[in-house]
């Protein structure tokens, strides 16, 4: 079983910045492709970033330049780095995982919707 907690989470006030994270089993961290997604009160499953097996990466339009989404192999933990934080951006957010470790799959497209795993989130919340 497949098990992501997120950390990290927590209020801000707008142009400040959030690092979470999200640690696995080390059994598949380097191997599988790993994602970030949120979702708003009333909204829909947004995907944000999604990194694959090799290091590509991909991101949502409206965080691209601001988040920035790593993986550490050793220590089986994904980041999401968020700097300039918006209002907008207030959500709670997941981290997810899959097998299909490649793109065109592992897009950010795909994080909300189509990855097998993912954790219970943590919540952002960003001030005016």
């Known amino acids: 079983q497949v098990q992501l907690v997120e950390s990290g989470g927590g209020s801000v006030q707008s142009g400040g910045s959030l690092r979470l994270s999200c640690s696995g089993s080390?059994?598949?961290?380097?191997?599988?492709?790993m994602g970030w997604f949120r979702q708003a009160p009333g909204k829909e499953r947004e995907g944000v970033a999604t990194?694959?097996?090799?290091?590509?990466?991909t991101y949502a339009l409206s965080v691209e330049g601001r988040f920035t989404i790593a993986r550490d192999r050793t220590k089986t933990t994904l980041f999401l780095e968020m700097n300039n934080l918006k209002p907008e951006d207030t959500a709670m957010y997941y981290c997810?995982?899959?097998?299909?470790?490649?793109?065109?799959?592992?897009?950010?497209?795909?994080?909300?919707?189509?990855?097998?795993?993912r954790g219970q989130g943590t919540q952002v919340t960003v001030s005016s």
């Open positions: 997810a995982a899959d097998i299909r470790a490649k793109t065109p799959f592992c897009a950010y497209e795909r994080v909300g919707t189509d990855f097998a795993y």
């Open positions: 080390s059994s598949f961290f380097g191997s599988f492709c």
């Open positions: 990194i694959d097996s090799d290091g590509r990466t």
